[in-house]
């Protein structure tokens, strides 16, 4: 709890207040989504054009201090209510889009093209709200505010992200046992079907294995993940009946766009990293040094501190607005949206990771490379 000095020093909480603002960067891609929705020609592909061109040019150009927080502003920003609602406002937007999408997707008239970019940009929003919202709302000790993270992720048909990711990767981040923990050399199109498919299959796991010790049946009406799938069901049904087959195909293709994006964020964040395993045969504490991090402000306000993962990692409670920029953590070349289009180039991505990585293991006693099969190798080449 910050003392009453802290709390009402204005100078500081006019600060903070005024870092909370800067936030507002991240409405650019809802604007641009709306647009697109109801433009036509190139403007179907703003939000696309802003999201995978313009940000990452300017995230090369642009420079990025690390610009922590004191102690005093950290907790002048937790008492800062602004930096929440920035969160929440964004759950009925995010479904007002959703609805406005599925009015205008299928507008007649509208070229293969034009569809396509507003399937792009419907796609991006669940990626960047539907999906890393949600991501920072399902953290949130109050259930309200994970009920807020369930609903948005219902938007990109990823419920069980909740569970397997505060449950299981969170747990399990940088060893073998984490499907969503890229390993060296791994191409990221090979992870997509990897993560996607072995993350659903833990997230049940998780579920039952919560509903034994607790004595209920583990797959009755208690398992959240019957409760998803209902949702998620619900949901098609209702656009399939009430916008028909073609406004659900493009809904579905926008939802696993989304989801491909949320993987190929979690294929940069900790490709090739690995935590080394104890005698006890126990993995040791997640550290700064198990994640990759970029300190790019456009890509920070828009993903909330996304970028500050390793500061997440440490400790997954801690709220957006005071993650840190360590050090010790890795950093990534360029910001997220960049090393994402890089990524899709496998080639050329390990050639610019490898060295990094390599660099990284030979300073790093708490680090070794995460290799294809599995194994812990301190030395690749």
């Known amino acids: 709890m910050a003392s009453a000095i802290q709390l009402h020093d204005p100078t ?3 600060r903070m207040r005024l870092r909370a603002m800067r936030y507002l960067v991240t409405f650019i891609a809802p604007f641009w989504g709306v647009v697109g929705l109801l433009g036509r020609g190139a403007w179907t592909w703003a939000l696309p054009l802003h999201a995978f061109v313009l940000v990452p040019l300017l995230e090369v150009l642009l420079p990025h201090p690390a610009d922590n927080l004191s102690e005093e502003e950290e907790n002048a920003a937790l008492d800062d209510p602004l930096f929440d609602a920035l969160l929440y406002v964004l759950v009925p937007l995010q479904w007002g889009i959703l609805l406005l999408f599925l009015f205008q997707v299928n507008e007649p008239g509208l070229s293969g093209y034009e569809v396509a970019g507003r399937i792009a940009s419907m796609g991006i929003l669940c990626g960047i709200y539907g999906i890393n919202v949600a991501h920072e709302l399902g ?8 009920d807020l993270a369930r609903a ?7 419920m069980h992200f909740i569970i397997e990711h505060n449950r299981g990767h969170h747990r ?4 073998p046992d984490d499907p969503a923990s890229a390993r060296y050399g791994e191409w990221v199109y090979a992870f997509w079907l990897r993560s996607i498919v072995f993350s659903f299959i833990s997230a049940w796991r998780i579920e039952a294995d919560r509903l034994r010790k607790a004595g209920h049946a583990p797959y009755g009406l208690r398992n959240e993940m019957i409760h998803a799938l209902l949702w998620q069901g619900a949901l098609l049904v209702a656009i399939g009946w009430g916008f028909g087959p073609f406004v659900l195909s493009a809904f579905l293709v926008a939802a696993l766009i989304g989801i491909l994006l949320l993987e190929t964020v979690n294929y940069i964040e900790h490709y090739g990293l690995r935590r080394i395993r104890g005698e006890n045969g126990q993995y040791q504490r997640v550290q700064h040094v198990h994640s990759w991090n970029s300190d790019h402000h456009l890509g920070r306000f828009t993903l909330f501190e996304l970028t500050r993962h390793s500061d997440h990692h440490w400790k997954a409670s801690r709220p957006y607005q005071v993650l840190r ?3 010790r953590a890795p950093q990534l070349p360029t910001g997220y949206p960049g090393t994402m289009l890089l990524s899709l180039l496998p080639p050329l991505f390990f050639a610019v990771m490898h060295p990094r990585i390599h660099a990284l293991v030979a300073e790093e006693p708490a680090l070794r490379v995460a290799g294809r099969e599995g194994s812990v190798t301190g030395n690749a080449r």
């Open 152 to 158: 948005l992720l219902l938007t990109s048909l990823y």
């Open 139 to 146: 953290h949130r000790p109050k259930r309200w505010e994970r």
């Open 12 to 14: 500081v909480r006019r």
């Open 325 to 327: 920029s360590v050090d």
């Open 172 to 175: 399990r981040v940088a060893t």
